[in-house]
């Protein structure tokens, strides 16, 4: 049985994927599963509602560029403050101009 600070392997791999993600860019959970070559959007949905607390979680959004409803005030205040490029309603991400290409 694993120790209980030990993170399962592809939770550890997501968020190592999500520490790269620089300020004013963004991924989608689709991005992070592809960039993995496995999982799927749920699947990295649900390591960063579990363990995403230590990184910057707000940097992964839905596939449109809009944030989970119950956490979208905290994620939109957060890439404001990063100064990511937003679409002109201010409610979701322009993922055109702030998608990371990994590089």
């Known amino acids: 049985m694993p120790d209980d600070h030990e993170l399962p392997r592809y939770a550890a791999l997501v968020l190592e994927v999500v520490d ?22 749920r ?23 809009t944030p989970a409803p119950h956490i979208a005030g905290e994620q939109l205040a957060n890439l404001r403050a990063e100064g990511t490029p937003l679409r002109p309603d201010g409610t979701r991400v322009d993922l055109r101009r ?6």
């Not at 790269?20 to 959007?41: F, N």
């Not at 702030?98 to 590089?103: E, H, P, Y």
């Open 98 to 103: 702030a998608r990371w290409d990994g590089g």
């Open 20 to 41: 790269q993600v620089p300020a004013t860019k963004v991924l989608t959970y689709g991005d992070v599963a592809e960039y993995l070559g496995e999982g799927g959007p």
């Open 43 to 65: 699947q990295v949905a649900a390591v960063l509602s579990r363990y995403g607390s230590s990184t910057t979680w707000w940097r992964v959004l839905r596939a449109d560029g």
